[in-house]
């Protein structure tokens, strides 16, 4: 039973609580030998052909031939073994046999393995009262070996545990908090920086070089408690290039503590749906945005499905970072529409400053011939909602004067371009896209923007070509100019945009009513 909800399956079906499918679940494990996973869509059964724990306790040998890390191995084990059955006589004995045994073979182990030993100690004394523990000499632990254990450990609760006890026994001085904070390892410094995290995060964010675990820590503190960091700017344009150059040193790697550090900046970037890398591509100039992009691609951090969930959500964004420079030569911060969207922009753009403007502008002067301007409202009412619309009429030339109309005589024939409409075939299904700029974008319709994934990718085919959209093989079966280039109103539109004079007396503001009407008038026709 392989991705199924099994747990909610059977609770659904069942009615029972979540008590009652964790003990059955533990039953099926412990006395059935079936090991149960979660993960993913729900969980996997398997079946192993003998437990991995004995049912009964064994008395391990602890022979002084094993090295101090296989004796501790079997320590481990015991303690495991021993905690799946009550506790009596006999297993009471065998503990303590079995503890003094090898609490003198480890007097004679490295400081480091002795202290591995004294936590295992710990969950000994937890489980065995009888058992009696000697207090452990932190003073004989070198910072060297400290810093060994916390980076070579790959139990994070045993980093915590060793920084926490190392902490309460005032062990740590300045010097080794700052190479432990800096320590070539993972999910430990929260517990280090209670007292400093302030100090600490920002000394990280000022050092980002100094450790790409550290960094990644610091990154997700800050991000946390943002209020309390409002004297550090830093951008998620920053944060977010930190991030790419640590995978892209990492990213490839195959040890160990490559694979944890990119598995955890793959889950800093996803946080809050991608949060960083939306942000730093909004903030950043053009070029800094497309190499947002190009991290993305380029780098093994996400699979092929993540990788195109993310280009849409950043095109959605900021649709010029994926512009071709190739296509757009001449002008390479333009954006091609159709000549009806551009006269619907440019309607919205003269309507604003022709008649909206116009109507607040004389609303400020009735409300400032009121007088007293510090406390009259409808004064500083209307001068807001002037600010708002002399702000979107700039926002509406630029983009006007950042655009280029797509004129039918220039789409390409013979294979795919801006302009024209796409045939394609699978195995079971037929579908046309229409291949259009941004401001006419109507997915549900089949036109998609050439600045999107999917028409990114067909621009240049030709017909005969494949590409592969959604997981599906598709096939180029025929490529036609877009309809709607050509309908009977496109010349009377094109000598009106044309009509330069008049356009220019219009922006200018140079007109009666008579002329505004007029204007209206040919535009409805």
């Known amino acids: ?101 090898a609490e003198l073979r480890f007097k004679e182990a490295p400081p480091v393995l ?3 030993f004294h936590f295992l100690s710990l969950d000994f004394k937890k489980r065995f009262k009888r058992i009696s523990l000697e207090k452990f000499d932190f003073s004989s632990l070198t910072d060297d070996e400290i810093l060994e254990l916390v980076e070579g450990s790959t139990r994070t609760d045993m980093k915590v545990k060793l ?25 430990f410094r929260d517990v280090l920086s ?20 550290a960094l ?45 550090l990119t598995s955890k900046l793959r889950e800093v970037l996803k946080k809050d749906d991608y949060l960083i890398v939306k942000n730093a591509v909004l903030e950043s100039p053009l070029q800094q945005a497309k190499l947002v992009l190009n991290w993305i ?41 159709t000549k009806r969207s551009y006269i619907d922009r440019q309607s919205l753009r003269d309507k604003l400053l022709h008649e909206t403007l116009p109507s607040i502008v004389e609303e400020i002067r009735r409300a400032a011939a009121m007088g007293d301007l510090s406390e009259n409202f409808e004064y500083h009412a209307a001068r807001s909602k002037h600010r708002e619309v002399a702000a979107k009429i700039a926002e509406l030339e630029d983009q006007l004067s950042k655009t280029r109309v797509i004129d039918e005589n220039f789409v390409e ?46 621009l240049g085919l030709k017909v005969g070509d494949t590409l592969e959209v959604e997981g599906i093989q598709w096939k180029i079966e025929e490529i036609q100019i877009f309809d709607g280039l050509a309908d009977s109103r496109t010349d009377q539109r094109r ?24 204007y209206q008038d040919r535009r409805k026709k």
């Not at 380029?298 to 993540?306: G, T």
Request: neutral net charge; aromatic residues 8%; contains cysteine.
């Open 216 to 260: 990644v820590w610091a990154i997700e503190v800050f991000k946390k408690q943002a209020n309390n960091f409002k004297q550090n700017h830093i951008t998620d344009s920053a944060i977010a290039e930190w991030i790419f150059l640590i995978a892209e040193e990492h990213s490839a790697e195959k040890e160990e503590r490559s694979r944890k």
């Open 163 to 187: 920084v926490k006890t190392l902490v309460a026994s005032s062990r740590i001085d300045a010097n080794l908090r700052r190479r432990l904070l800096t320590a070539k390892s993972l999910g």
């Open 297 to 337: 691609n380029d780098l093994s951090l996400f699979n092929a499905v993540q990788k195109s969930e993310i280009r849409t959500k950043l095109i959605r964004l900021r649709p010029e970072i994926v512009v071709s420079e190739n296509l757009l030569e001449e002008h390479s911060d333009s954006v091609y529409v």
């Open 114 to 116: 002795r202290l591995k």
């Open 1 to 101: 039973a392989f991705g199924l909800d099994i747990k909610s399956s059977v609770s659904g079906d069942l009615g029972v609580n979540d008590n009652w499918w964790n003990t059955a679940r533990d039953k099926i494990k412990n006395c059935m030998y079936i090991d149960y996973a979660s993960g993913g869509k729900g969980g996997k059964f398997s079946l192993r052909k003998k437990p991995k724990s004995p049912v009964g306790v064994f008395e391990p040998s602890l022979e002084n031939k094993d090295d101090f890390e296989k004796q501790y191995e079997k320590l481990l084990d015991f303690l495991q073994s021993a905690k799946k059955r009550s506790i009596d006589e006999d297993l009471e004995e065998k503990a303590l046999k079995t503890f003094k045994q």
């Open 194 to 213: 209670q007292e400093y995290l302030y100090d600490d995060v920002v000394y990280i964010l000022g050092h980002p070089t100094e450790s790409p675990e």
């Open 413 to 458: 024939r013979g294979k795919v371009s801006i302009g024209c409409e796409v045939f394609l075939s699978s195995k079971n299904e037929k579908r046309k896209y229409s291949i259009l700029g941004p401001w006419d974008s109507d997915p549900e319709k089949g036109i998609i923007s050439y600045l999107s994934p999917i028409g990114a990718k067909m």
């Open 495 to 518: 000598k009106l945009l044309e009509e330069d004079e008049f356009r220019n007396v219009i922006e200018k503001g140079k007109t009666d009513d008579e002329d505004r009407r007029n």
